[in-house]
């Protein structure tokens, strides 16, 4: 009996990295891997339980081609772009700022950004749905200092919804290009200034380009979650939009239908993913012919 | 000329970024202002009272919500910062893009997906949604940020401070309790705060993995928003803000801000 004691105990002494590596591991695969391969093969292949067999079906698929679902992804589509534009020309001007303008408590300063980001979604909607309502502050701001006749309602516009947007995912731009800003070694920009070059030629030429892989990270970071957002149209543009976002939870939690949800989540992963490639295809084309090397 | 529209930008650049900073604050201390108003409607100022707050702890549905974040929050945090842990100590032969491939999903895919995932295991097993998704959920997104933290400062400790705690006669659990953990702790102690207050602050998750009966904070915020605001839910506002700053100051102090962003 003791004999067999030491021996299971020393059996668990040797195999301990293994049983340390096992529940991560396990956690992450049965609630991310699996479910999310096998969404994906659902999203075309049913299992018919009557016939036992498998059956192949693209019709999830074929149904975003209708002008319907195109009309969505437009739609989210040109809410993501425009999110990401205007998160662009905000975070940019202020990553480079705290990078190269601020001396002290720098990492304080970023994190001042990041914090409003950090609390819950819905509270940072609910402050602006607080803000921009009828009787919102700043509708009853201005109608008593007398610039506006009545109270105007700025909820439930295409300008309500893009505040809320920006307001939410900017700061994800700001760290990433932070990140590499910080890094650029300052005796190149040094040296740019001492060629001869304006601070205006030294950001285009230099600075700019060398930042460049923290601005396509965060174009990413901002891009693809705007894309499948829901509770931003839903509370800030008034549902006056149908978004792709609001078609993925529709189908999963609404119609229960997770073929057409596994279908509408894989493709709303891929249009910006593909949006992005091309993209990047096309600017290096563009910059090849520039160079002339092509 | 050119020089002109340089001073122009130098002085506007600034000003720029103080708009900025604005943008990003002034929601916030509106809704901390008027979490303060004395008055049912939001509109007019009616004076300081801390009515909502008191109100708070009046209403069973709020507390209720309140027990189940709390609950999931210090659930998720125990189990993903000790599963993460486990997993960072016994990997160190691991290439660190091992690690960062398996686990960088969990933070670069956007949450609508890992929702998605874990609503699926639960329907597929048919296993009731409330408790356990959510500790799920949450837990699969605290692994995205406890394996990296705690494993830049491990890979960072002398392997020979353990080897020598060996040598000199410790047994292995010894070693692990006594020098691993210690020379660990502040990490452990940053990621787990993150990870509390991602799980405090979560919405998609939970908006996909909480039942009627089970409810977050945040869900409870949102079918407030569906009907008629409560002015009690700025007061919640406030306080999940105020929780987060105090832990994003105390991250600040720690310097692990600087250590994430360098290692990335």
Known sequence: MVAMLKKIKKIFSRELPFLFVCPALLWQVLFLYIPLGILFGHSFIKYVPKLKTFSFTFKYYAKIFQPFSL????????????????????????????????????????????????????????????????????SMALYNIGIISEPIHILNSHTSMLIGMVYCYFPFMVLPIYAVLEKIDRRLIEASSDLGASRWVTIKKVIFPLSSPGVVAGLFLVFIPAFGEFAIPEFLGGSKKLFWGNVIVSKFLDYRDWQAGAAATYSGFMFPIMTFVLFYFFVKILRRKKRGVC | MVEKRNIFIRALHPVFVYLTYLFLYVPVFVIAMFSFNNSRYSVSWKGFSLRWYAELFKSVEILDALYVSLVVAIFATLISVLIGTALVIATRWWKSWISYLIFYPNVVLPDIALAVGVLSVFAFFKMPIGYGSLIAGHTLIGLGFVVPIVRSRFVELDPVLTEASLDLGATGYQTFRKVLIPLLRPSLFASALIVFTLSLDDFLIAFFCSSPKVQTLSIYVYSQMKETVDPSVNAISVLLLVCSSIVALILCSMKVVDRVIHND
């Open chain 1, 71 to 138: 009309k969505i992804i437009y739609n989210s589509f040109m809410l993501a772009f425009q999110t990401t534009l205007i998160s662009f020309m905000i975070a940019y001007p202020l990553a480079y700022f705290l990078t190269f303008k601020i001396k002290r408590f720098r990492t304080f300063f970023l994190m001042l950004v990041m914090l409003p980001s950090w609390t819950s979604l819905i509270i940072q909607i609910y402050a602006w749905f607080f803000l921009l309502k009828k009787d919102g502050i700043i």
